[in-house]
């Protein structure tokens, strides 16, 4: 058992499962808070249903890659790192075995949100439907708009990882739609939109012979990264910004510190470097996402308390 469980861990990145999360606690605190309604039951089915469908996109993902050639590519090509999981590139597992797992995922995810829709209304199809498609055709053709660089792959991951799950969370909680829950997904959503495109510097040579026109292809490394630090500026200014409009309370702002580190490392990088530099601007990237997620999730919880 602990063979598979480790096996599925790491097929699925288990490991990066809370910046799927952090959100959909966010939504629920949101209901809390502003409606003073919470049902246990449907939060624990919301996050089970976000949890797998968060694994079917990093495998779906994966499973793409390896069959578009941008995983070949990257394992192929000197000095660059991959960020996929290397089961399939690694000859690991069988195409056939890692696909059955992936949409496995989406069945369990389907099956949460139809569970849902009986209790909390049909638009959670459209907010789990929105998220299965945008995490289908990110890679898969025709479409493969994470292909096609113009920002498109990072519109679809602010909604995919802030927008969706907060608003569907908050949804499935008290049955309505809210611009409040919009501004709380802000913040958590533009740093997981951070945090997945830092990653595109680990390898974007290998993004760049597989046809891959990720932005940091198309733009290259000095713009990207002029671009990498507006996101963090822009996710910290809708902070204080749901702060000044009373979405979250003035003590959210100590989710500010969680800038300071990853702001720290962008200090360290030349104009153009190395795949590993950008090994610690991808770490700092991720705590910062979790950290200021959980000290939003905790100022909320506080106000909800007293």
Known sequence: ????????????????I???????????????????????????????GAGAAHLFSNMINDLWD?????????KDTPEVISTNSGFLSGGVMSERSFAAITWSLLGLAVV????????????????????????????????????????LSELAILLS????????????????????????????GLLTTLLLFNHHFLHWQADKQAG?????????EKRALGFSKTLLFLAYGFLVLAVVLGVMPWYSLLA???????????????EHNPS??????????????????VIMMAALLVQGLI
């Not at 390896?66 to 990257?74: F, V």
């Not at 907060?166 to 049955?175: A, E, I, L, N």
């Not at 590993?276 to 910062?288: E, I, K, N, T």
Request: hydrophobic content about 50%; glycine content about 12%; aromatic content about 14%.
């Open 18 to 48: 809370p910046v799927m999360l952090v959100p959909v606690f966010l939504g629920a605190l949101g209901a809390f808070i502003w409606k003073g309604v919470f049902h246990p039951v449907l939060f624990v089915i919301t996050l089970i």
């Open 66 to 74: 390896y069959r578009n050639g941008a995983d070949t590519a990257a």
């Open 212 to 220: 891959k026109n990720t932005l940091v292809v198309v733009w290259g």
């Open 276 to 293: 590993s530099a950008y090994l610690p601007l991808m770490g700092a990237s991720q705590q910062a996402s979790v950290r200021c997620g």
């Open 112 to 151: 949460c949100g139809v569970v849902l829709s009986l209790f909390s209304g049909w638009p959670v199809i459209v907010f789990g439907g929105l998220g299965g498609l945008i995490a289908y055709f990110y890679v898969a053709p025709p479409i493969r708009f994470g292909y096609r660089g113009k920002g």
């Open 1 to 16: 058992m602990n063979k598979i469980w480790s096996t599925f861990r790491k097929a699925s990145r288990f490991q990066v």
């Open 161 to 188: 990882f802030g927008v969706l799950p907060v608003m569907g969370s908050y949804y499935v909680q008290t049955g309505d739609l809210s611009l409040r829950s919009v501004l709380l997904s802000m913040p958590i």
């Open 256 to 270: 500010l510190l969680t800038a300071i580190p990853l702001y720290r490392v962008y200090g360290r990088l030349a």
